[in-house]
């Protein structure tokens, strides 16, 4: 594995928090062991009213945790992670090439001889025959043959002798001039565990049926195709009701595993224009591509870190990539490679990305807390976006989308809200405020406009996904109560399919699913979609 893999994996692993799914800022263990930002833990007990009451329940473990006296800021501070942050962050300089001296020669196993090529003890007396004429035989002895081709002469040096132990390891055959020679080895019968016959086909190489040897059947090679595990083994997900989040459910696929085949970390999602499904994870820095029934038709590596994907009008996977020199990495539906851009965009961390109809795409950037427009050459257009709390400000701008107008649709995670621009950028309206009442965000990551330019949002935190009009206004709760499915289940991604259903990526701690459903099928729905009153704080310019 690369040293640039390596470090992705440490981040995605252990260096990154639960509750905002970024890199650790302050980073605070509670009693239970586990890591959470500082802020991320403050707006987590503040905005679920665990405050008054003193202690909460860990997000992760939903063990009871007793706040201190002096408020979050008094847990302890993980100073291991701290350590292995900057132990990363360091080895991000390359490093220089290291001259390995030159190894020393083998020692000789051959026993120490002396300068006759007797190993020290006399050899056994061996009769000397004679050849016609009295002169000594070529073939005498232990001598070997004689100077000249068989004449009288002076013997050669004998070969070294190696005189056996006075035991004999078991099985083991003594040869005088090479010593005990060790049985042959013949490996035991070895069962390889195939794939799920699910995932028979990831990739378009379809795996052979697993062999395994049996005694006596000789000695033929194990199944070289068994399924490889990238992650160590999972608990089992918790056994929950089946018809949680049933309502208005169309389809599901994947699940979280320690295959190669499998989800690790999911984050991205996209449907093409054929219904293919495309889904990124950031555990490995994969791609998945299934087909409209949910069935596995393609997985491939991106040797970068990569976060969400889209789909342009081209049937081409846009993926953004964590790289110096690139924004996003373009592929074909079959995986081959087509071409990286984003020179521009540089001291940034790119996440989210959205393709408008006329071509072109728009990219989101948490580091500068801006947003990226680009032509359809994929070069810079036009940039909007900083660091605040107002109007056309963003704190961590997640994820991104366009509507039938081209208008860009912004969610942010850290301001609970979503924003809408014109396609230069130009602010319209922002929704949403930090809550768990119906049309309330805490958290929001995935966003998609409809056909109608309605405005899904995958309301993280509150375990749910929203419906709102193009104007901000709430309409419908399509998914909820995601958190019955295990052990923190939570929507991260939204995506919509041609017919008009809403596809929910779910992520949890032992779950990872991909469900379709009818988005007018609903948990619950307002009760007059233009009225303000059903939104949350909607702001129109």
Known sequence: MSTLNLRNRIEEDHLTCTICFQPFTRPKALPCLHTFCEHCLREYVVSRGYE????????????????????????????????????????????????????KPRRSLQPKTDDDGATGAPPPYTPTPFAEGGAASSAAGCYGGMEGGGGVGQPQHPPPRVNPPPFAPPGYNFNPQTGYNPPPYYPPPVNYPGPSPSYMHVGGNPVPPTSSVQPGAGHSAPNPYP???????????SSESGDSCSKGLQLKFGKKGASVTDFHKPFGLAISDACDFIVTDVGGNRIFVFNYRGEPKKAFHCDSRIKDVAVNSKNEILVV?????????????????????????????????????????????????????????????????RKGTGDGYFQSPAFVATDSKNHIIVSDNVNHNVQVFNSQGKFKVRFGSKGSAPGQLFQPMGVV?????????????????????????????????????????????????????????????????????????????????????????????
Request: charged share 15%; aromatic share 8%.
């Open 52 to 103: 008054p009451s003193g202690e909460f329940p860990c997000p992760i473990c939903r063990v009871t945790v007793k706040i201190p006296s002096g408020g979050v800021d008094q847990f302890a501070d993980n100073h291991l992670v701290q350590s292995l942050s900057h132990t990363v962050d360091n080895t991000k300089v390359r490093p220089q090439p290291v001259v390995r001296p030159t190894p």
């Open 227 to 237: 399924a490889p595990l990238l992650y160590p083994t999972i608990p089992p997900p």
């Open 321 to 385: 990539v964590n790289k110096p020199g690139a924004a996003l990495i373009c592929y074909d539906m079959s995986g081959r490679y087509l071409g990286e851009h984003g020179k521009f965009i540089t001291h940034e961390e790119t996440q989210g990305i959205s393709p408008f109809i006329n071509g072109g795409a728009v990219i989101t950037g948490i580091q500068n807390h801006s947003v990226y427009i680009m032509t359809d050459q994929y070069k810079l257009s036009s940039k909007f976006g």
């Open 449 to 541: 406009a409809t056909a109608d330019d309605n405005i899904i949002v995958a309301d993280t935190g509150n375990c749910r996904v929203e419906m709102f009009t193009s104007k901000g206004a709430y309409t419908r709760t399509v998914v909820s109560g995601t958190h019955q499915l295990g052990e923190d289940v939570r929507p991260v991604n939204v995506a919509m399919t041609p017919r008009g259903d809403v596809a929910v990526l779910l992520k949890g701690n032992y779950f990872a699913e991909v469900r379709v459903y009818n988005p007018y099928t609903s948990a619950s729905s307002g009760h007059d979609p233009t009225s303000v009153k059903d939104s949350a704080t909607c702001v129109i310019a």
